[in-house]
């Protein structure tokens, strides 16, 4: 079993920057990927970022050039730093963490980008 602990979100005007990072517990040996998907009020969740155990990573296209996914890979923890963020940045992001074939999920943080 693999229990996943996010943190960092809040409220933010537009323009500025979050840092979420989630860390993972348990049975993390066999961890491969790591990231981020969000999900909004009456929208279905989206990938936002990974990272591989290996350092590759993958963005979705609405965040690239301005997220930053990274990680520990001997700590399992990855961090997802958010630059000029935007109102439809605002959902609840999810750290997950797959495992042969399971994929943990972390509680959600709320991210809400106003004025």
């Known amino acids: 079993q693999v229990q996943l602990e996010d943190s960092g979100g809040g409220l933010v005007q537009p323009g500025e920057s979050l840092r979420l990072s989630c860390a993972a517990s348990g049975s993390i040996f066999s961890i491969y990927l790591m990231g981020w998907y969000r999900q909004a009020p009456g929208k279905q969740r989206e990938l936002v970022a990974s990272?591989?155990?290996?350092?590759?990573?993958n963005y979705a296209g609405s965040v690239k050039g301005r997220f930053i996914v990274s990680g520990d890979n001997a700590k399992k923890t990855v961090y997802l730093q958010m630059n000029s963020l935007k109102p439809e940045d605002t959902a609840v992001y999810y750290c997950?963490?797959?495992?042969?074939?399971?994929?943990?999920w972390g509680q959600g943080i709320q991210v809400t980008v106003s004025s």
């Open positions: 997950h963490a797959d495992q042969s074939t399971r994929r943990y």
């Open positions: 990272i591989t155990s290996g350092g590759d990573t």
